[in-house]
C-alpha cells in the first residue's frame, strides 16, 4: 500500500475579467467551480496570464464560484475586462494570510494579551474574523463587530460565530451572498 499523497490536480479555464463596483473579478466557468472542493472558500496556488499567485475563491451564492483580482495582480496582468484571462488554479490546504484591516488591527495592538491568541489561530480562522468584520456596510455595525470579535478572543473563541461562509461576503460585491449581477 503507497503511503505517497495525491497532488491536487491544476484546474484550467480561459474567463473575462470583469468590474463590479470599481473591483475586478474573476467569474470561474461553471465546470471549473464544480471541479472544487467545496462550494465555500476554497485556498488555492494558481496562474493567470503568466502571474503566479494565491488566493481565497469566493463562493457566488450560486455553487459557483469568483477571485479577486487585487491592485497587484491586476497591475502584473496589464489587462481590463475586454480581454480573456488563462487561468489555472490547484486547491491547497495551506491558506495565505489574510490582511487585517486598520480598525481590527487598532484593537488587537490594543490588547497585547492577544498577540499569542492570534498567533495561534490557523489561517483560515483569520480569515473568518476579518471576513465577518468586513461583511457590512455598516460603520456602526463593524465598530461593535470589532468590540465583540476583541471579547471573544480574550474569553477563548477562535472562531467568529456560526455565520454562514458562503453570505458572509465582501459587502461591496455581493448582496446576501450573492455576487453582484447574479439574477
Known amino acids: 500500500m503507497s503511503t505517497r499523497k495525491s497532488t491536487p490536480t491544476a ?39 503568466g502571474v503566479d499567485f494565491t488566493t481565497v475563491i469566493e463562493p457566488d ?7 479577486n483580482v487585487t491592485d497587484e495582480l491586476s497591475v502584473q496582468l496589464d ?9 489555472s488554479l490547484t486547491p ?36 473568518e474574523w476579518v471576513r465577518w468584520i468586513q461583511a457590512t456596510k455598516n460603520a456602526d455595525t463593524r465598530a461593535r463587530r470589532v468590540e465583540v470579535a476583541i471579547s471573544k478572543l480574550e474569553s477563548g473563541k477562535r472562531r467568529p460565530c456560526c455565520f454562514d461562509l458562503a453570505s458572509c461576503t465582501d459587502p461591496e460585491l455581493a448582496k446576501s451572498g450573492k455576487l453582484l449581477g447574479i439574477s
Not at 451564492?61 to 477571485?67: D, E, P, Q, S, V
Open 11 to 49: 484546474i484550467e479555464f480561459s474567463t473575462q475579467l470583469e468590474v463590479i463596483n470599481d473591483r475586478p473579478i474573476l467569474r470561474l466557468p461553471a465546470d471549473s467551480s464544480a471541479k472544487l472542493p467545496s462550494r465555500g472558500q476554497v485556498a488555492a496556488n494558481g496562474q493567470m496570464g
Open 92 to 127: 491547497t490546504k495551506e491558506w495565505p494570510e489574510t490582511s487585517i484591516p486598520d480598525d481590527f488591527d487598532a484593537a488587537l495592538s490594543d490588547s497585547p494579551e492577544l498577540t499569542e491568541v492570534w498567533a495561534g489561530l490557523t489561517p483560515m480562522a483569520r480569515w
Open 79 to 87: 489587462t481590463d475586462n475586454a480581454d480573456s484571462v488563462d487561468v
Open 61 to 67: 451564492g450560486m455553487r459557483g464560484h469568483w477571485i
